[in-house]
């Protein structure tokens, strides 16, 4: 880590501590899930992809991937507050195990939405696992597998981006706040 982005003030998870905690996640899911059929495996796009590739290399349990990519943000630094979906799943979900997998719980609206949505099509169950949340007090459908609670500042890398740059950063890093309100004014 000796060299960090002039706009990065500081890297919050390491790329080993992002290892460590997914592979127990992957554990952790694969245990509670062991008894059951096929998992089928939501990635929220664009922000998840990396969460959930390698998350499921750590799966020990048959599983299926699928996505939904879903828009909530502009490119600015605020929510539009408006959920949307850009692209729907491939298949029928009805009485099946569903793992929703974000990479990050903000102010909740778009993990809520999907719970709404998705218990819609008669799922067998519904639960989530998620990388990081932001602390504070927000209302959302608890989150069954959570990696971390973190700060509540703008975050980049490991799938993360700010106006689609820094997404493939191998660690998470609070993002200067220079940077986006620079370009909010
Ligand atoms: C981000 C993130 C979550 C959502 C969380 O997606 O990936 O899906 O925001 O925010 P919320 O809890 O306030 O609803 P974004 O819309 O930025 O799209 P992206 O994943 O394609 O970058």
Not at 114 to 130: D, Y
Request: net charge negative; proline share 4%.
């Amino acid at each position: 880590m000796s060299k960090i982005n002039p706009d990065l003030e500081r890297v919050l998870l390491t790329q080993e501590e992002i290892s460590l905690r997914v592979a127990e996640l992957a554990q952790q899911i694969s245990e509670d899930y062991r008894q059951n059929g096929n998992l089928y495996l939501v990635g929220i796009l664009k922000g998840a992809f990396i969460f959930l590739a390698d998350l499921v290399r750590e799966l020990t349990i048959p599983h299926t991937v699928d996505f939904m990519a879903l828009s909530s943000y502009g490119n600015s630094a605020t929510s539009s507050g408006a959920v949307r979906i850009l692209m729907d799943l491939r298949a029928p979900i009805e009485n099946r195990d569903i793992l929703l997998v974000e990479d990050i719980v903000d102010t909740g609206q778009t993990i809520s939405y999907l719970h709404k949505t998705l218990q819609g099509r008669r799922p067998r169950s519904l639960k989530s696992c998620v990388l990081v949340q932001k602390e504070g007090d927000v209302s959302h459908e608890p989150i069954d597998y959570l990696g971390f609670t973190i700060p509540n500042v703008w975050v980049v890398g490991y799938g993360l981006d700010y106006a689609e740059t820094y997404r493939t950063l191998p660690y998470l890093a609070e993002l200067k706040r220079s940077v986006y309100t620079k370009d909010a004014s």
